[in-house]
């Protein structure tokens, strides 16, 4: 007898159990579907795939060979009905030099412009685009003090940037992003040094994420209170204004003031579309608490004392780095981050409202025809019509 057709199921990652990092998970698409088509899926499919992707917050889907990159903007928008149908950076690509994220020489699909290219190396008739040089980012051009040439030597890397996708001026953050590796780096696994001295193996090029809300977790009781009851604001253009400013070790926040640009040097720009967002977001399917804060671009702490509605102002830059660093630093461990080991075909789905994340690895060598660190991802998050949603206790 021919084998009843399975429905899609999210199982746990192996490498995901007995980890704290509440991230990791496998969606096995149903009997006869070999790209994932959310119009074929059944009402039960589709309710799997949301509670899997919300749940654990880094989802993937493994041999999306072929796959048509307008199918990315379609599950932005199955993960949010108020999803604008443009990329949440804009309408084009950042190319600016004078904003941070131009380095990475990045391009847009031309039949599909909500969704980016990124990576390592040159490629060259790619998706219609005559010729891509693509820069792989090396925490060495952006922490305050990088590893030395021993160490990266000896296959030492660390995280570039923790973050969300979020432009924090104008267009609101999407709520899932969505990754698709076309080609992987062909080299031996690097390392990762934690400050409590613990050495971890990872994936050349590995994509790291954390959970903010295992990152909320591990907050005091008092800590939770002021993260409920605080709302950060961003700066202004903040991705120009922190250009040549240098991260801490950990990439969750900057390490020193003094870099940052004039506010009268940005761009035109104007307080009402500069974003302020609660620091605790509501999970959309779980009601879950997330601790979800861009350290790189905070400017402001707006808190408010819930016996009086009195609102407390910290506007000291170092402070309010301070401040976000000691909340954040706890989630820094290996057990609370996974590394996303990319297999060539990978369709990665993060809850980009749920989690941060982070390029690392140290690619490169000089970009070249055969060479084996190239890396070619097509990236996708959505424009969302919705704000985040603050918590509360019930």
């Known amino acids: 007898m021919p084998h009843a057709a399975e429905p899609l199921t999210v199982r746990r990652l192996p490498e995901a159990q007995g980890k704290s990092s509440h991230l990791g998970a496998e969606a096995r698409l149903p009997t006869g579907m070999q790209h994932i088509d959310l119009f074929a899926l059944s009402e039960d499919d589709k309710q799997a795939l949301r509670e899997g992707l919300f749940e654990n917050g880094v989802v993937v889907i493994r041999n999306q060979q072929g796959l048509d990159p307008n199918v ?11 999803a604008w149908d443009i990329h949440s950076g804009g309408v084009k690509m950042v190319t600016d030099a004078k904003n941070i994220l131009s380095v990475n020489r990045g391009a847009r699909i031309p039949r599909a412009q909500q969704v980016s290219v990124i990576g390592k190396g040159r490629f060259r008739d790619h998706e219609g685009i005559e010729e891509l040089d693509l ?27 923790w973050h969300m996708d979020a432009p924090l001026y ?51 009781d008092d800590e939770k209170e ?20 240098k991260a801490t070790d950990d990439a969750l926040t900057i390490a020193k003031v003094g870099k940052e640009k004039r506010l009268d040097a ?12 609660p620091m605790v977001w509501k999970n959309a399917q779980t009601g879950n608490p997330h ?104």
């Open 72 to 82: 990315m903007p379609q599950i932005g928008k199955f993960f949010d009905s108020t």
């Open 135 to 161: 820069k792989h980012v090396s925490h060495t051009e952006f922490h305050e003090t990088p590893l030395s040439a021993e160490e990266i030597s000896q296959g030492f890397t660390r995280p570039y940037r």
């Open 170 to 220: 104008e267009r609101l953050p999407g709520f899932v992003t969505t990754l698709h590796a076309i080609q992987v780096p062909k080299q031996p696994d690097q390392k990762i040094k934690f400050s409590n001295g613990e050495i971890v193996d990872i994936p050349a090029g590995a994509t790291a994420f954390y959970s903010g809300a295992r990152a909320y977790e591990l907050l005091s």
């Open 226 to 245: 002021f993260a409920q009851n605080t709302k950060v604001r961003y700066a202004p253009r903040a991705y120009e204004w922190m250009l040549d400013c």
């Open 266 to 277: 940005l761009p035109e720009w104007s307080w009402d579309k500069v974003h302020m967002f």
């Open 291 to 394: 601790l979800q804060v861009l350290g790189a671009c905070v400017y402001e702490l707006h808190t408010t004392d819930p016996a009086t509605g009195q609102v407390t102002i910290m506007n000291d830059l170092q402070k309010v780095r301070d401040t976000v660093h000691k909340l954040l630093k706890r989630v820094y461990a290996p057990e609370n981050i996974y590394f996303h080991r990319w297999q060539e075909g990978d369709l990665v789905i993060f809850h980009n409202r749920g989690v941060l994340h982070s390029i690392t690895g140290e690619l490169s060598a000089s970009s070249k025809d055969d060479d084996s660190e190239k890396r070619l991802l097509w990236q996708c998050t959505m424009a969302s019509g919705t704000a985040p949603v603050p918590y509360r206790h019930e």
